[in-house]
């Protein structure tokens, strides 16, 4: 998505800043250990501008836990029936013994071309897991053109 700001109002000579930024925010299917509810958290928040590099610390959640699935969602609810999936992937063969709340590593990496490279890194452990999705949302060039005429025709604030 693109945030469009006009500069310089009731000017001849108006100038635009175009900033690329997340529409929605980009987030994690996890359980909450309380009380076994599947929850979304937020990684990047909308309106982050690219590019964003955000670690977070999860858990496994049982002991001996042998894989660890990732869920990568859109969207600001905490309710993951209410997120957009964006896609899934898994550590698999985690050493047998691992106790409940073991440390986790997601890091969310998410580049201006609208590329989301997520990885999971189980702490000590050799066994990580990385995917990348690419999410082309942005607007082309003949839409910021005309976009860019709307706002130079019009004093009025842009409003949508």
């Given amino acids: 998505e693109l945030a469009i700001q006009k500069r310089g ?65 859109e969207g600001e609810s905490e309710d993951p029936e209410a997120c957009t999936p964006v896609g899934q992937f898994m550590v698999q063969e985690l050493p047998r013994g691992l106790p409940a709340k073991w440390p986790i590593q997601i890091v969310y990496q998410y580049s201006e071309n609208g590329c989301l490279k997520v990885s999971a890194k189980v702490a000590g452990q050799e066994k990580a897991a990385t995917t990348e999705f690419v999410r082309d949302n942005s607007l082309s060039d003949d839409d910021l053109m005309v976009w860019g005429q709307r706002l130079q025709t019009n004093n009025d604030p842009l409003s949508l």
């Avoid at 979304?40 to 928040?45: A, D, H, N, T």
């Avoid at 690219?50 to 496994?60: G, L, R, S, Y």
């Fill in 9 to 73: 109002l009731g000017t001849a000579h108006n100038q635009f800043s175009v900033t690329n930024v997340n529409s929605h925010s980009l987030g994690i299917i996890g359980i909450r250990p309380e009380t076994g509810q599947r929850v979304s958290k937020v990684v990047i928040p909308k309106n982050s501008p690219p590019p964003a590099n955000v670690k977070m610390k999860f858990t496994t959640h049982r002991p001996n836990q042998q894989s660890v699935l990732v869920t990568v969602v």
